[in-house]
């Protein structure tokens, strides 16, 4: 266990996502900062509801695009791995410390079948929809690992899917969500322009 500073949230980042944010609270400025100088990172956990999810991902921060005069910044996080809290308390400057566990895969062979039928459901979807990803995207899709957390960025999951999916404990649970439910979004969606907007409702970058 150890201890880590968590940014409550309404997204949820994947780990080897990249996600943009725009830093104004005076806390997370201080925090932001801080990590910064220290080349260390920060927990993003989903807040619903005034709860806040009990696991999360760990990210660094990959760039800063911009500072503001007035302080404020905006950055880009790539997401590193999963925790599970066990204790909150918190930091004279504001914020909140956890202590967390990490929260790992089960040990399981990938099912290569899985994964070619997700690109499958994926990839019609996609021309379904008339939508055009960069090629980047399709780059980076093929040398990952996890396929499933990369597709899921583009997937255009609701919040509480997100998490939802993110608490899987294996690549083939995520794999079999994700399959699913383009099977279901084809049944339910007609018009390429409500597939479209279903792919591109996520912040994430390629």
Not at 11 to 21: E, Q, T
Not at 125 to 144: C, G, M, P
Request: net charge negative.
């Amino acid at each position: 266990m150890h201890s880590i500073p968590i940014f409550p949230l309404n997204l949820v980042v994947f780990p080897g996502s990249k996600y943009p944010l725009h830093i104004f609270e005076e806390r997370y400025k201080i925090l932001i900062q801080k990590c910064l100088q220290e080349n260390t990172g920060f927990g993003i956990v989903a807040a619903f509801d005034k709860k806040i999810s009990d696991m999360g991902v760990y990210v660094l921060i990959d760039s800063v695009l911009k500072y503001y005069d007035n302080g404020e910044s905006d950055i880009v996080v790539t997401g590193i791995e999963r925790f599970l809290i066990t204790d909150i308390y918190p930091h004279p400057d504001g914020y909140n410390i956890a202590t967390v566990e990490k929260y790992d895969d089960d040990s399981i062979s990938i099912d290569d079948n899985l994964i070619s039928t997700l690109q499958v459901e994926f990839e019609e979807i996609v021309e379904l929809a008339n939508y055009k990803l960069e090629d980047s995207f399709w780059n980076n899709l093929n040398n990952t690992k996890f396929k499933s957390y990369k597709i899921a960025e583009k997937s255009g999951l609701s919040y509480e899917q997100q998490q939802e999916f993110l608490i899987l404990k294996n690549e083939n649970e995520r794999l079999t969500y994700l399959i699913n439910y383009f099977l279901s979004i084809k049944e339910k969606v007609s018009t390429a322009e409500n597939l479209k907007r279903i792919i591109m409702n996520n912040g994430y970058l390629n």
